[in-house]
């Protein structure tokens, strides 16, 4: 139980476009999902809380005009990474927080590369 | 600031070897703290929660014990397959989860 999918697993894009990163609880409900961004090397870096049917919470530094977040089910949270730099190119990990319990559960990561 | 630090950054260990991870924290209202293994190039796969000090959870060769200030994942007679970067998180007052470096175990047969 409490799986979390990630869709694509790895993309690769022009800089410039425009890429849509899904995350998915396959076998629960999740009213709070949360998008990591991890740097070879480093550990994972909070860049937003996305709660079911509301604005995303972003962290200080990073730009919600660039990282859009859509959370439209309780399944269901989508980031999309706007005129995408190679600088944004990184590993993007989401998770999903089961109601009624305490722990998150992480999706097995995105792996963006801009060119 | 809240805060974690792991502890070592890498440690190899011969096949069957025991040791232990070391996860300091300093963090305004613990709501938990959560141990994660993660492959490369995988997500996180979440092993432990613990919430207050004294706790202790075990699952197979792992077991996570909390104090006020650190936690230890010891790791007794471990297998080529435990090599993977053990990380720590602590969650605040704010539900996030701040995680540490994370410890790179590398187990050799």
């Known amino acids: 139980g409490a799986v979390v999918s990630q869709h694509p697993s790895w993309v690769i894009c022009k800089s410039g476009t425009s890429v849509k990163i899904e995350c998915r609880s396959l076998?629960?409900?999740?009213?709070?999902m949360f998008w990591y961004r991890q740097f070879p090397k480093q550990s994972l870096m909070l860049m937003a809380t996305?709660?079911?049917?509301?604005?995303?919470?972003?962290e200080q530094g990073v730009e919600k005009d660039k990282f859009l977040i859509n959370h439209a089910s309780l399944t269901l949270s989508t980031l999309t990474v706007t005129s995408a730099h190679p600088e944004d190119s990184s590993f993007y990990i989401c998770?999903?927080?089961?109601?009624?319990?305490?722990?998150?559960?992480f999706g097995p990561g995105t792996r963006l590369t801009v060119t | 600031e809240d805060q974690v630090t792991q502890s070592p950054e890498a440690l190899r260990l011969q096949e069957g070897e025991s040791s232990s991870l070391n996860c300091s924290y300093t963090?305004?209202?613990?709501?938990?703290l959560f141990w994660y293994r993660q492959d490369p190039g995988k997500g996180p796969e979440f092993l432990f929660t613990?919430?207050?000090a004294g706790e202790e959870k075990e699952k197979e060769r792992l077991k996570a014990t909390l104090t006020k200030k650190e936690s230890f994942l010891h790791i007794t007679a471990p297998k080529p397959e435990d090599s993977a970067t053990y990380l720590c998180?602590?969650?605040?007052?704010?539900?996030?989860?701040?995680f540490g470096q994370g410890t790179e175990l590398s187990v050799k047969p």
């Open positions: 076998d629960f409900q999740a009213t709070t």
């Open positions: 963090v305004s209202g613990l709501r938990g």
């Open positions: 998770s999903a927080l089961p109601a009624l319990r305490g722990e998150q559960y």
């Open positions: 996305s709660n079911e049917g509301s604005k995303a919470t972003y």
């Open positions: 998180a602590v969650e605040n007052q704010g539900g996030k989860l701040i």
């Open positions: 613990l919430y207050s």
